[in-house]
């Protein structure tokens, strides 16, 4: 393993951060506040627009005006659902809604410990259904919906994927970006080899699993997608995986693309080498989190296009 030059760069900024769970909510929220300047410059985009859906705070971001029904992408943010909200993943939202050509509604879904699980599946499973039934709020095409999310928001894609399966003919796509997708933290593989030394820890992910769900069932499908049956993935949407090299988070993503693959679900499944978890969002520092962003989003644009 060669760290990214980019990667290395930001791991030299975050080097003194102090573990998670040595500090409250409050200050971690404060922290990562702190970073967004990390996320680059966001690119111009026709429309964003903060609303409710379903009862839920999301951002609408369009390249055109909300009343041409384009194709939507419901994107899920990370931060372990502890942390993380709108503003943190706003350049890689405005980013994706450009090279799809689609809408996309950012969710700011319950986070824990104030709503623990399973607060924030509710919340994604009702924007989205709403999104495919017609009730965003705005003209949307039904018929061509993906729900994408990076880290706790690849989970949360995953398993509003999963959740839905059949239900909705209209949800083509799912896009996981560096995805925790098994909270059972297997002390193995990527989770040993990226334990500690690169910005997201073994230890982190036990913290938020603990903030998030405390004595939750950690094989429960809607904590853990990747605990799902053969049968119950196959028939799922195509999927896009994105993962980092160096990431506790790699391994279960791979595995979780070649589930799907077994299950007969179209995936397309890349690692970037060298880089970190959560190299997607900074674009402000890593050059590769564009060309991670333009994949995501022609990957979603082409099952789009897919739809007759």
């Keep these: 393993m060669t760290l990214h030059p980019h990667a290395r760069a930001f791991l030299d900024i975050v080097k003194d951060a102090p573990p998670l769970?040595?500090?409250?909510?409050?200050?971690?929220?404060?922290?990562?506040?702190?970073?967004?300047?990390?996320?680059?410059?966001?690119?111009?985009?026709?429309?964003v627009e903060d609303r409710r859906i379903a009862g839920v705070g999301v951002r609408v971001y369009s390249p055109r005006p909300l009343e041409e029904a384009l194709p939507v992408v419901v994107y899920f943010h990370g931060g372990g659902w502890v942390l993380g909200d709108?503003?943190?993943?706003?350049?890689?939202?405005?980013?994706i809604a450009i090279a799809a050509g689609a809408t996309v509604v950012s969710v700011d879904y319950r986070k824990g410990p104030e709503d623990p699980f399973p607060a924030a599946v509710v919340d994604?499973?009702?924007?989205?259904?709403?999104?495919?039934?017609?009730d965003a709020g705005f003209p949307a095409d039904a018929r061509r919906v993906a729900v994408a999310g990076d880290s706790?928001?690849?989970?949360?894609?995953?398993?509003?994927?999963?959740?839905?399966a059949g239900a909705h003919p209209?949800?083509?796509?799912?896009?996981?970006?560096?995805?925790?997708?098994?909270?059972?933290?297997?002390?193995?593989?990527?989770?040993?080899?990226?334990?500690?030394?690169?910005?997201?820890?073994?230890?982190?992910?036990?913290?938020?699993?603990?903030?998030y769900a405390p004595g939750v069932?950690?094989?429960?499908?809607?904590?853990?997608?990747?605990?799902?049956?053969?049968?119950?993935l196959a028939g799922l949407p195509s999927a896009t995986v994105i993962t980092a090299e160096c990431d506790p988070l790699h391994d279960e993503g791979v595995a979780y693309a070649n589930a799907l693959a077994a299950a007969g679900v179209p995936v397309v499944s890349v690692t970037?080498?060298?880089l970190v978890h959560p190299f997607v969002y900074l674009g402000g520092l890593i050059g590769p989190a564009h060309t991670a962003r333009r994949l995501i989003g022609g990957e979603i644009r082409a099952a789009f296009d897919a739809v007759e």
């Design 21 to 47: 769970d040595t500090q409250t909510v409050e200050q971690n929220r404060a922290d990562l506040e702190n970073a967004i300047p990390l996320t680059g410059e966001g690119a111009p985009v026709a429309v």
């Design 272 to 274: 970037f080498d060298g």
């Design 170 to 211: 209209g949800l083509v796509h799912q896009a996981l970006i560096y995805p925790a997708v098994d909270a059972r933290m297997p002390d193995d593989g990527s989770y040993r080899t990226y334990a500690e030394g690169h910005f997201l820890t073994a230890r982190d992910m036990a913290y938020f699993f603990d903030t």
């Design 152 to 164: 706790a928001g690849g989970n949360l894609a995953a398993v509003t994927a999963q959740q839905l």
């Design 124 to 134: 994604a499973l009702a924007v989205t259904t709403a999104v495919l039934t017609g």
């Design 86 to 95: 709108l503003e943190i993943a706003d350049t890689t939202a405005r980013a």
């Design 217 to 232: 069932d950690r094989s429960d499908v809607r904590l853990s997608p990747a605990a799902a049956s053969p049968a119950a």
